[in-house]
């Protein structure tokens, strides 16, 4: 989930939420309507497409979106060309489309399946109304390669052309409750930056200070968020408190 | 949230879902309103106690509840014990409430203060409906020393006395399309275990199977884990695959 957040932010996404749900239909469906109804641009779930019992969200998806599940050729495909590479022309592995296998492949009606370079069970992609909804697997190894390889163009396509810039402060000498109205200062003359504060336990009072702001201009970002830091850190020192740079 | 949804798990709560929102009003109290429309019985927030403008969750409360925020004096006396214990009477540290202190002690109508024997800000407790709703600060030894002193023992009137077995096996050289199968099979005979299945990229096919139960029996749990784990071991082993015990 770390790992998607991040990459989907840096994409100049806009994360509004994660949700992790136990291994439910009911539950993982009701999580997946309550973001349509929140008409969500873009939905992706990880984990649960194998072939284990415990592995529901296809059968959860088809629910949510009212398409039955039905053997998707295309998946079929995937899959043995992954048990080919797997296992060459070993004729005591010979392919067998098991249950525990046609679980993997059956997707809901118009549901697209995403190649899988690394594992067994493909990505799901479909288009919900205006929402599109994309399934990758928990393995991290396959999720990172589908993301990259399959969803990365598509928030691109959505998200379009836009720069990201962040820089930390590390401050200390000063608490939060002193601190707080410094940041309200900065945000007045630097209204599109963001400023998230972490409070860290220390020796004294610690806090880390994280600034960031998406723009369509790259200069724009990195002005931004260079003068947002300058204002903080003289306005931090003033106060008595010491700055460290902790990133740029 | 790790350690919450296993500490309330070990307690023997069922942890149905856990949602990370973005520091906005609107979606947090969305979020809230999503889980009392689900009639959970127990929601626990953490984060967005403190002092700085990122710091959202009361207002988000507020919002959800429908229930203004108003200085709590008892959060207030919290407050002040913990500037006193910090500063002890140094003249130059006398307690001021600045606005920036105010927002923390500013509590929805009719919520309870729940004191941090670590930090500034308390946590909050409010009953609506059918529902209690916790929120306990983000810094996790903050987040952790009010759980341990006032959320277990409100889970454990909730819960009652539940015991919880676990155990893992890792598995090696079966893929875990072979597997399914076996766990299916394990499953009919032992169904209050639920067996989760992991896999984990290794040289060959390598799946981590974590096996549980609740029980109202100590033995009842102990045994049922005990059996599941004897019976899918040997299931595993009469299929050509090797099995190795992690945990009991």
Redesign the interface.
């Known amino acids: 989930?770390c790992f998607l957040?991040k990459a989907v932010t840096d994409l100049g996404g806009?994360?509004?939420?994660?949700?992790?749900?136990?291994?439910?239909v009911d539950?993982i469906s009701?999580?997946i309507n309550?973001a349509l109804n929140?008409k969500t641009d873009f939905i992706i779930a990880c984990g649960g497409l194998?072939?284990?019992?415990?592995d529901k969200t296809l059968e959860a998806f088809s629910k949510a979106i009212d398409r039955p599940l039905e053997l998707n050729e295309v998946a079929l495909e995937y899959l043995k060309e992954r048990y080919r590479r797997r296992y060459g022309d070993n004729p005591r592995e010979k392919f067998e489309l098991?249950?525990?296998?046609l679980?993997?492949v059956r997707l809901p009606r118009s549901a697209t399946p995403l190649r899988n370079p690394?594992?067994?069970a493909p990505g799901v992609y479909v288009k919900h109304r205006e929402t599109v909804i994309v399934a990758l697997p928990g393995?991290p190894?396959e999720m990172q390669a589908i993301f990259e390889q399959s969803v990365v163009p598509l928030i691109r396509e959505l998200v379009g052309n836009i720069f990201r810039s962040e820089g930390s402060l590390k401050v200390t000498g000063l608490?939060?409750?002193?601190?707080?109205?410094l940041?309200?200062t900065v945000?007045l003359t630097s209204p599109n930056v963001?400023?998230?504060?972490h409070?860290?336990?220390g020796q004294g009072p610690t806090l880390e200070l994280h600034l960031s702001i998406v723009s369509e201009s790259e200069d724009v970002a990195k002005n931004s968020v260079k003068r947002a830091m300058e204002e903080l850190s003289r306005l931090v020192a003033d106060n008595g408190g010491e700055v460290e740079l902790m990133k740029t």
Chains 1, 2 share one sequence.
Not at 50 to 54: C, L, N, Q, S
Not at 194 to 197: A, G, R, T, V
């Open positions: 989930m957040a806009n994360v509004t939420r994660a949700t992790t749900v136990r291994d439910d539950e009701s999580a309550e929140r194998g072939p284990t019992f415990d098991t249950s525990s296998r679980k993997m690394v594992g067994s393995v190894e608490g939060e409750s002193k601190v707080a109205p940041i309200d945000m963001y400023i998230k504060s409070p860290r336990h």
